[in-house]
């Protein structure tokens, strides 16, 4: 009897040490061996493949579809806009008229004090929502991501459209304190949007959550400026003494809560992602590391399965990362509506609500074509994060150029403030959604929701401060419009992009790491 050469089965990774314990006995030939070897496999492979899926499962169900079909799903990215859009609607569209709004709450003692106590009402929902995001993230992950999405949008129906109908800054304060606690929606539909698509249409997937989230905080100020006061604007439709004139502010709620109220009926009808049987947790790579001939010894395999997420550097870091450019975001939005519509002896533009609602549109439009034709591409090019820091990089200079805007008038105006707001807008979307993809790359399916409930705490409790801070610092600014460094608006910005750069160097290692593959086999005989 020949006994082969033990390096003949060098690449039998799995099963090595049987196969070099075999060929040592000298009555084994090497059919016997190649038998005893795929019999091994076999064992191996059939109970992990048969367990792959369960019939009862929504999360298997969900997991086999995209197994079979392997395009892109144009219904799955349309629910995930829907849903997206209609949770970010109601976060900003109350900046354009929020100034007008308090003015006639009666409270502000001068002009320059409207600003900061708008802060107040524009911090509340951030507020409400970082003290109650875990929460939901921890809901959706035991109950599923579906249950806690039609609540989310429920609950935008009832207390958005009770803001539009606030007679007091109190009202006002309370309702949008109640809606951001209660609408939990941010960070389970992100883990969502990541477990409903095959991973190489994850980028589209995110993508789309953060640009229906961008264009939602670019429509919705364009919504509120435009609906905002109708009797005014539209006197042949909406008349004097009617409920639009006694409550100039609720037009627009009401629009954006029945846009909410359809999407959470459709969301009747959505899959659930959220794996239900006992060994949920269970990674499919393990099948698919067996089918590869990949697998070996328990004491080969290092499966990180319950890492705490504190403790997940990675994850910790891009949260950070984006809670601070989160933080810069909204106080930019409310910083640029107040601006816009401040006079020219405080530095502002004056514009109307509606000058503001058309500069928002154009660049909401511009969002939606980038998201859909560009960000893919230019995402697989050069990859999530240096995207974001080139991104970050550019915004800078671009924010600082905002005040001498102010220098111009007319159609001129009207132009270059619309592309700065497009420029400045595109490069926000690109380092948020870079962001979105590490975070939901870096923690298994069973963590998600978690995770971005996290995710959601941290940014919400940043974003929280930039309203109030913002417009505190606004009028701060606009009182000292007659300094000789930084005057007026240029402190503002400034400040901005402070945050900016702090955000920005938050983003290159060493703080900014991407976690390695968290299962590792040994390959060696």
């Known amino acids: 009897m020949i006994t082969p050469h033990p390096f003949l089965f060098h690449s039998y990774t799995c099963s090595s040490r049987l196969c070099t314990f075999l060929l040592s006995l000298p009555f084994f030939s090497c059919k016997r061996v190649l038998t005893v070897t795929n019999m091994e496999e076999e064992k191996i492979r059939e109970p992990l493949l048969k367990n792959k899926y369960y019939e009862n499962c929504p999360g298997c169900k969900v997991d086999k579809a995209k197994e079979l079909n392997q395009n892109l799903s144009i219904l799955n990215l349309g629910i995930i806009w829907m849903v997206v859009l209609s949770a970010s609607l109601p976060i900003s569209s109350l900046f354009p008229f929020l100034y007008f709004m308090v003015r ?77 606690s209660l609408c939990g929606v941010f960070g389970p539909v992100k883990a969502y949007a990541a477990e409903l698509f095959r991973e190489e249409h994850q980028a589209l997937g995110l993508s789309t959550v953060s640009a229906a989230w961008g264009i939602g905080l670019i429509i919705g100020p364009a919504l509120g400026g435009y609906l905002a006061q109708p009797t005014e604007k539209y006197p042949h439709l909406f008349l004097k003494g009617s409920i639009w004139d006694k409550f100039p502010y609720f037009l627009p709620c009401l629009i954006i809560s029945g846009f909410a109220f359809l999407v959470a009926i459709v969301c009747i009808w959505i899959p659930e992602t959220l794996h239900n049987h006992n060994d949920r947790n269970k990674s499919i790579d393990d099948a698919e590391a067996v089918e590869n001939g990949s697998i070996g010894a328990d004491k080969d395999r290092i499966i990180q399965k319950s890492e705490s997420l504190l403790r997940n550097w990675p994850l910790m870091s891009a949260i950070l990362a984006y809670s601070v450019f989160a933080l810069h975001d909204v106080t930019y939005q409310e910083v640029f509506s107040l601006w816009a519509v401040s006079p020219p002896r405080l530095g502002g533009l004056n514009f109307t609500t509606d000058d503001v609602g058309n500069v928002l549109s154009i660049s909401g439009f511009a969002l939606i074509i980038y998201q859909i034709s560009l960000y893919p591409h230019v995402e697989k090019a050069f990859g999530p994060i240096n995207i974001a820091r080139i991104s970050g990089v550019l915004s800078i200079p671009l924010l600082q150029s905002y005040p001498f805007m102010a220098m111009l008038s007319g159609l001129t105006l009207y132009i270059v403030i619309s592309c700065a707001s497009i420029m400045k807008n595109l490069l926000s979307m690109t380092i948020i959604t870079g962001l979105f993809l590490i975070q939901n790359r870096v923690v298994e399916q069973h963590q998600r929701g978690e995770a971005n409930g996290i995710a959601m705490t941290c940014m919400s409790l940043f974003k929280s401060i930039g309203p109030a801070t913002g417009g505190a610092i606004l009028t701060w600014s606009q009182k000292r419009i007659d300094a000789s460094i930084l005057p007026g608006p240029h402190t503002v910005f400034f400040v901005l992009n402070l945050v900016e750069a702090v955000g920005l160097l938050m983003i290159f290692t060493p703080f900014l790491r991407e976690k390695k593959n968290t299962i590792s086999i040994k390959e060696q005989c």
Do not use: C, H, Q
């Open 104 to 180: 006639d709450f009666n409270i502000a003692k001068t002009e320059a004090d409207i600003s900061s106590y708008a802060g107040y009402v524009g911090s509340a929902f951030m507020l409400g929502r970082g003290l109650t995001s875990v929460l939901w993230g921890m809901l959706a992950d035991r109950y599923g991501r579906k249950p806690v999405l039609i609540i989310g949008l429920v609950t935008i129906v009832i207390f958005n459209t009770l803001f539009g109908l606030s007679t007091s800054l109190w009202m006002a304060i309370i309702m949008r304190f109640l809606l951001g």
